[in-house]
């Protein structure tokens, strides 16, 4: 889990975006703890992210997660 949030904050923008779907996948399966840490790093990814992917596919995981629960 540490490794995956590490790569929520790589400087390549195709790496964060896959976190964000790897995110969107695996949320389900983790602990509270790491689902909290999960959406803070897809909230700082939809709000301090400059380009647009990045931002869309956080803001896409979290939807999709906020419909899961």
Request: hydrophobic share 40%.
């Amino acid at each position: 889990m540490t490794f995956m949030l590490k790569l929520a904050r790589d400087p390549v923008p195709n790496i964060k975006f896959n976190v964000s779907k790897a995110i969107e996948h695996l949320y389900p399966l983790m602990n509270y703890q790491n689902q909290q840490k999960c959406l803070e790093a897809l909230r700082e990814m939809e709000n301090d992210e400059r380009d647009f992917d990045v931002r869309y596919y956080a803001e896409k995981t979290l939807k999709v997660i906020a419909g899961n629960k």
